[in-house]
């Protein structure tokens, strides 16, 4: 198993059936930004080359953890023959306060060169740089490039985002740290999810009964 940082070879690792190897990559290599919950938020961008990239001669399953101070998650990273081309965003409103900064992120991967991505906002909604009443916007991305976007305003929702493109890609929602399932509770959590294409989609689910919440 090979583990790409950008187009930099991190780590070669070798497994066999049924065992669990794990490797650690520094928010340096992994994170294609860094900040705190008091940093300005960044401009929607691209950025150029900064996927991790994993490479396995037999098939694989990966998981991703990201640590931060008091709280963490993680995701199933899909494989690219598991990627689609239409997606839709799920994720938890925009906190901010005079000092704090708590928003909900999407990123993009292209695991192919000459990538083209429509995203289309729900109404009502902004990000950094765009803004729903301005209509879609379009996002231009090659092999191993990464487009990232934030809300800004505070309460604002992105979930029912639609992400088209005309090539197989990765989106990745989440926030920074929400209150959940209301900001009465006193401590937020950070989130990470991978979307599903919407083509692996399907019509029956089970789910587990919450005794306090309702819908």
Not at 2 to 19: C, E, F, N, Q, R
Not at 25 to 51: C, F, G, H, M, V
Not at 146 to 154: D, E, L, R
Request: with cysteine.
């Amino acid at each position: 198993v090979s583990i790409y940082a950008g187009t930099s070879l991190k780590k070669k690792l070798y497994t066999v059936p049924y065992d669990i190897v794990t490797y650690d990559l520094s928010p340096e290599e992994a994170q294609i930004y860094k900040r705190n919950d008091r940093t300005p938020l960044p401009e929607d961008l691209k950025y150029e080359k900064k996927a991790i990239r994993i490479l396995a001669k037999q098939a694989i399953v990966v998981y991703c953890i990201n640590r931060i101070s008091f709280t963490s998650d993680g995701i199933l990273a899909l494989p690219v023959n598991g990627l689609g081309k239409e997606y839709m965003v799920a994720t938890s409103p925009n906190f901010a306060t005079a000092l704090q900064f708590l928003p909900a992120e999407v990123k993009i991967t292209a695991p192919f060169d000459e990538t083209s991505v429509v995203i289309t906002l729900p109404e009502g909604s902004s990000t950094v740089s765009h803004d729903a009443k301005d209509g879609s916007f379009t996002v231009e991305l090659d092999k191993g490039d990464v487009f990232a976007m934030m809300t800004k305003i505070p309460a604002i929702d992105i979930s029912g985002a639609i992400i088209t493109s005309n090539k197989p890609i990765s989106v990745i929602a989440g926030h920074m740290c929400t209150y959940l399932p209301t900001f009465q509770y006193p401590a937020c959590d950070y989130l990470v999810e991978t979307m599903l294409p919407i083509s692996a989609w399907g019509k029956v689910y089970h789910s587990v009964h919450y005794a306090t919440i309702r819908k």
